[in-house]
């Protein structure tokens, strides 16, 4: 199957050709006959499948066959991040057919949304913030709305977004359609698809907890006092091309990020205390290959999509297997190769045995010269009633001791 076999508007069809997409993923296979139908979709699939195009592609097409007035379509996102990766997705496709587009998000200035907005966009990409702040300035009508699209859903909800999304809602035409994508399912997002939602399809793609096939997963037990000198001597490999690593706390991130920058390295950090403009300028940077090394705080597991990621690595590791799946996400994107890399103490024995038992499996564990005992509170089914002898385990060589 190839999108050519989808009713998608040919000038489309020659952006995606020039941008060298042939085959849709599962969930653009899926979803996009149902939006072209002008059904509601409830779209499950883990992140990095392809989630943006399969809504953007049908809608923009349908959108372009109908009236030019006033705003069409509305992309609600919980991230700056996020809003800035779809509209740029976006922007191609609408250019081609004649449409704009804009995007709104808080830690920007008003006044240049607000002349775009004057200038009419059949598209807009928000965050729920900023939204309402333009709503309650009076500067954005949705009476000529056709699609909704609620882009990590989950997230929005995990950061509270609910009542200000509620509030939307209210405001919005009820006769649209409504497309609702999401990593993970837990019952918050059930019910809150289900308030907004008519008749939905819907299309889960592969386990809604566990991670993409193409990003292999490893595990190294470490004292807290030894994970910066651990990441510096992994960072050294020759394979680790362009990382990402992830870390709880904003103070920790700067923390991190000076010591590696000591030691050499081409990094930058990205919180959510950076300006706007310094959160882009960190992120173009390393996707540009300014920096080797991007440090994070989980503002940055949804929304971004840089390309040829070869490495994420867990410096905390997540309080959620929702948080694991979406930061290891970032690797092995369009069916590429990736490596997740987890850093665990023995203080965080807990953490990971809530992980490993909602991904049903053990990480496997790397041996280097620094590892420390770290119990697990998980076991496989079929390894409980047996005991497995460490040395009888097959291990692959770690990165420390391939060099």
């Known amino acids: 199957m190839t999108f050519d076999d989808f009713s998608i508007d040919p ?24 939006v072209l139908e ?9 992140t990095g499948t392809g989630k943006t195009l399969a809504f953007v592609l049908p809608s923009l097409t349908r959108i372009a066959q109908g009236p030019k007035k006033g705003i069409a379509m509305l992309v ?3 991230t700056r991040e996020l809003a800035v990766q779809v509209n740029s997705v976006i922007e191609p496709f609408a250019k081609a057919l004649g449409l704009r587009s804009v995007c709104i998000y808080g830690g920007a200035g008003m006044v240049p949304q607000e002349q775009a907005l004057r200038q009419g966009r059949a598209i807009v990409v ?25 882009d990590e859903a989950d997230r929005m909800l995990d950061m509270g977004f609910m009542p200000q999304i509620r509030r939307i809602l209210s405001l919005l035409p009820r006769d649209r359609q409504t497309l609702f994508f999401s990593a993970t399912f837990p019952d918050e997002v059930a019910r809150l698809a289900s308030s907004m939602q008519n008749a939905p399809e819907r299309i889960s793609i592969g386990a809604v907890t566990a991670p993409i096939d193409t990003v292999q997963q490893k595990l190294y037990t470490v004292d807290p006092a030894g994970k910066i000198s651990l990441l510096a001597k992994l960072l050294e490999a020759p394979e680790m091309r362009s990382s990402l690593v992830f870390i709880r706390t904003k103070r920790r991130t700067d923390h991190v990020a000076r010591a590696l920058h000591k030691r050499g390295f081409r990094v930058q950090a990205i919180h959510g205390d950076r ?10 940077g ?8 991007l440090v994070a705080t989980d503002v940055a597991a949804r929304g971004i999509d840089v390309q040829g990621i070869s490495h994420v690595i867990n410096f905390d590791i997540p309080k ?10 970032r690797t092995g994107r369009a069916n590429m190769q990736g490596d ?38 998980f076991r496989p089914m079929e390894e409980r009633g047996k005991t497995v002898s460490r040395s009888k385990q097959r291990r692959r060589p770690s990165l420390l001791r391939r060099r």
């Open 286 to 293: 390393f996707r540009q290959g300014q920096y080797d090394v």
């Open 11 to 34: 000038r489309c069809l020659r952006i995606l050709k020039a941008q060298e997409l042939v085959e849709p993923t599962p969930i653009q296979a899926q979803a996009i006959p149902v």
């Open 275 to 284: 300006s706007q403009n310094q959160r882009q300028q960190a992120l173009d």
């Open 126 to 150: 928000a965050t729920p913030g900023r939204l309402l702040d333009h709503i309650g300035r009076g500067n954005i009508r949705f009476d000529r709305l056709s699609v909704l699209v609620l």
């Open 320 to 329: 959620c297997a929702e948080d694991y799946i979406h930061r290891i996400g």
């Open 76 to 78: 609600l996102t919980p």
């Open 38 to 46: 002008g059904g509601d979709v409830l779209g499950i699939a883990q």
């Open 340 to 377: 997740a890399i987890t850093f665990v103490s023995p203080q965080e024995c807990a953490e990971l045995g809530a992980l490993e038992t909602s991904l049903g499996k053990n990480l496997e564990r790397e041996e280097w010269e620094g590892a420390v005992p770290v119990l697990t509170l």
